[in-house]
């Protein structure tokens, strides 16, 4: 476990400095210690004098092993709070917070959990979580999900983060057992052919489970603007609706997302004014940084998570870690958020302009099946809902306009609810938006097979073929 302690308690006019204070015995809990809050210091913890824990717990749930990455005499802890938290309205707090700084909510988080509390830390830029605990003056632990497949410069990330606080990361790996089993099974990179659930699930999920076992509440670096369809919705604090915490049950886990309220162009420039350390990757165009197989560099204009799994469902972009922002009908349904009955989400229809073709299910089936057609189509298979598809909305009606009198129809062809099933068959679709030419001379449909989509890449691409 990761522990930077400094010798302030609370938020105070000024920063601390990032190197840690002189080492003093008397101030510093070892782990395996224990000592207790004096009682009249717990009103302003906001907890209850009902019990007493009478050891310090470590992230992990499990017993202690041999092979801890992380010796005992050399982690530093937050001194345990010692008591029962007493229950709390998280939806009334999480309302109350709402306009509130990360570093007032980090603040908060850490003041009313103190060692049973730690900064889920993935190597991108929710560095900025440490770097909101370090100023707060606080101790805190730090923990990250080493799967065993990612970057090089994220592990050097991680080296760096560690030296420039101070602190002990603590790193949870994936069951060895499990890995080979999938691998042995399934080969390398089978998330490509039947998705990356069934690998996020050995070499994430189930070692997250692990940690969050041995705590009662986590940081994490969730905001509403990362995740078309996921996160648009979260709160800075909440009861975790997927895993469970050190006593067990639902309710156990206390889940705090500080950063929620914030824009990713926000985050950058606090990084940036602060001096913080980020991976090197995001200098060559990674945004939302995961698994080497499974993360590559965005284009400008692109959203952050076109740059994950990219292979899959633009809208399902969680790998279980924040499984519980997936809602029932995004995980049976189209993959969007709020639905009709019939299954189409509840949005505006877009590429409305006399220059696009609106195309009903018997009119593409009637363009599919024909072998000579008067004139070529472009056609982009599309979801109202997908924020990719809005992005790419104004790049696609200036095409269509320069296309007008060319021999080129452009049309569109609403493809989720209860099409998606067949355009996934018939149509190649893959993700929202999938664009296909059809060629004059040529009863298979053309895929469009790159993430530009300004104006003119997309023209190159309908020269290439008319």
């Not at 476990?1 to 308690?9: E, K, P, Y």
């Not at 062809?413 to 893959?430: C, I, V, Y």
Request: charged residues 25%; negative net charge; aromatic residues 8%.
């Amino acid at each position: 476990m990761a522990l930077a302690v400094t010798s302030s308690n609370a938020i105070t006019g000024s920063f601390p400095s990032r190197s840690n204070p002189p080492y003093e015995p008397s101030k510093v809990l070892q782990l395996g210690n224990y000592q207790p809050l004096d009682r009249r210091d717990l009103s302003s913890t906001g907890v209850n004098v009902s019990r007493r824990r009478g050891e310090v717990r470590p992230l992990h749930a499990e017993p202690k092993k041999n092979n801890s990455m992380v010796p005992a005499a050399a982690t530093i802890v937050a001194p345990e709070v010692g008591d029962t938290v007493e229950v709390e309205d998280y939806e009334r707090l999480a309302k109350d917070l709402e306009n509130a700084s990360p570093l007032e909510i980090i603040d908060k988080a850490l003041e009313n959990f103190g060692n049973d509390i730690a900064i889920a830390f993935s190597g991108a830029e929710d560095v900025a979580l440490i770097e909101y605990a370090h100023l707060t003056g606080r101790p805190y632990r730090v923990f990250s999900l080493d799967t065993g497949r990612l970057n090089p410069e994220t592990y050097k990330f991680f080296d760096t983060v560690e030296k420039h606080y101070g602190i002990r990361i603590e790193y949870m790996f994936p069951d060895a057992v499990e890995v080979q089993a999938l691998v042995s099974s399934k080969g390398l990179f089978s998330f490509y052919e039947d998705g990356h659930q069934e690998c996020c699930r050995v070499r994430k999920v189930r070692p997250l489970r692990r940690a969050l076992n041995g705590l009662r509440a986590w940081i994490t670096g969730q905001r509403k603007d990362q995740s078309p369809g996921t996160r648009s919705e979260i709160p800075v604090v909440q009861v975790d609706p997927s895993f469970e915490g050190l006593d067990g049950g639902a309710g156990s886990l206390v889940k705090w997302n500080p950063v929620a309220n914030v824009e990713g162009t926000d985050i950058w420039n606090f990084l940036r004014a602060m001096n913080v350390p980020v991976n090197t990757l995001h200098a060559q165009g990674y945004i939302s940084i995961g698994c080497e197989p499974c993360t590559r560099p965005v284009l400008p204009g692109q959203h952050e998570r076109e740059g994950r799994w990219w292979w899959e469902n633009a809208t399902a972009k969680e790998c279980g870690l924040h499984k519980g922002n997936i809602k029932d009908e995004n995980v049976n349904g189209t993959g969007n958020g709020a639905v009709h009955a019939n299954g189409s989400a509840a949005e505006p229809d877009i590429f409305t302009t006399q220059s696009v073709v609106t195309l009903s299910r018997p009119g593409i089936e009637n363009l599919v099946k024909m072998e000579e057609r008067k004139e070529p189509w472009l056609v982009v298979l599309y979801a109202p809902w997908c924020r990719f598809c809005q992005a790419m909305e104004g790049s696609y009606v200036e095409l269509a306009a320069q296309l007008e009198g060319s021999g080129v129809k452009v049309g569109k062809f609403r493809a989720d609810g209860d099409q998606k099933s067949f355009a996934q068959q018939e149509l190649q679709l893959g993700s929202f938006p999938t664009i296909l030419f059809f060629p004059k001379h040529s009863s298979r449909p053309i895929k469009y097979p790159s993430e530009k989509r300004d104006v003119d890449s997309l023209m190159a691409f309908v020269n290439a073929l008319r």
